[in-house]
């Protein structure tokens, strides 16, 4: 399966035009995993990158990623009926993201899962009054020993996404989490992320939906 993901990767990039602000080598080693281990067809996306291209441009080529390996399921072996979104960090954000704007648009029933891992899901100025004794991490650990509150803060600022954006931070579409599918969360101990995994995990668990926290 690893070299099925790799054959797939180089032949969908010489049909498109890649940004030189595009970087999908950083996610490379995480998706050859995923392949060589799940049962899975891994499609890596590339996405324009802050601060030259500000929210929603990461989402709108994530959802253009979808679309096409959704709309290419039998060229690629794939199944429709197994469709899922995964990521890491922004990529965790980004599968929260595709997911909730399929669901705006109608279209929930092609997302049939998501695998999160140590998600942003809210921004420190939006954090919602019920979550905010519950939202600690950002400070607490914001001198992790990967991320850091100084790092995200720069990230933030460099997407220039309003704090009350849906769109980019989720929890603030919390009438669209109960349309959600079965979702998978992992959260780091030492991370100023840390809460916001917890928090999404408590927001989809009050919505009804079945979920996985790790």
Same mark, same amino acid.
């Given at each position: 399966?690893?070299?099925?993901?790799?054959? #797939?990767?180089?032949?969908?990039?010489?049909?498109? /035009?890649?940004?030189?602000? +595009?970087?999908?080598?950083?996610?490379?080693?995480?998706?050859?995993?995923?392949?060589?281990?799940?049962?899975?067809?891994? +499609?890596?996306?590339?996405?324009?990158?802050?601060?030259?291209?500000?929210?929603?441009?990461?989402?709108?080529?994530?959802?253009?990623? %979808?679309? %096409?390996?959704?709309?290419?399921?039998?060229?690629?072996?794939?199944?429709?009926?197994?469709?899922?979104?995964?990521?890491?960090?922004?990529?965790?954000?980004?599968?929260?993201?595709?997911?909730?704007?399929?669901?705006?648009?109608?279209?929930?029933?092609?997302?049939?899962?998501?695998?999160?891992?140590?998600?942003?899901?809210?921004?420190?100025?939006?954090?919602?009054?019920?979550?905010?004794?519950?939202?600690?991490?950002?400070?607490?650990?914001?001198?992790?020993?990967?991320? /850091?509150?100084?790092?995200?803060?720069?990230?933030?600022?460099?997407?220039?996404?309003?704090?009350?954006?849906?769109?980019?931070?989720?929890?603030?579409?919390?009438?669209?989490?109960?349309?959600?599918?079965? /979702?998978?969360?992992?959260?780091?101990? +030492?991370?100023?992320?840390?809460?916001?995994?917890?928090?999404?995990?408590?927001? #989809?668990?009050?919505?009804?939906?079945?979920?996985?926290?790790?």
């Amino acid at each position: 399966m690893r070299y099925q993901y790799k054959a #797939l990767a180089d032949r969908a990039n010489t049909t498109r /035009t890649i940004s030189q602000n +595009i970087h999908v080598e950083s996610e490379d080693t995480f998706c050859r995993l995923l392949a060589e281990r799940l049962p899975c067809i891994v +499609i890596s996306v590339g996405y324009r990158l802050a601060p030259e291209h500000k929210a929603p441009a990461q989402l709108d080529d994530a959802l253009e990623a %979808w679309n %096409w390996a959704y709309n290419n399921a039998r060229t690629l072996n794939g199944d429709r009926g197994s469709y899922f979104t995964v990521g890491q960090s922004a990529g965790g954000n980004l599968a929260l993201a595709v997911a909730r704007r399929l669901i705006v648009l109608g279209r929930k029933d092609e997302v049939k899962g998501i695998a999160a891992i140590a998600p942003f899901v809210v921004h420190p100025d939006g954090v919602p009054s019920r979550y905010k004794t519950q939202y600690r991490s950002f400070d607490e650990l914001g001198d992790g020993p990967v991320n /850091t509150k100084q790092a995200m803060t720069h990230f933030y600022e460099a997407i220039q996404a309003a704090p009350s954006d849906p769109d980019v931070y989720v929890l603030n579409a919390e009438a669209d989490l109960r349309d959600f599918p079965p /979702t998978y969360l992992t959260v780091c101990g +030492i991370d100023p992320l840390r809460d916001d995994g917890l928090i999404i995990h408590d927001a #989809l668990k009050t919505a009804g939906y079945i979920l996985l926290l790790l």
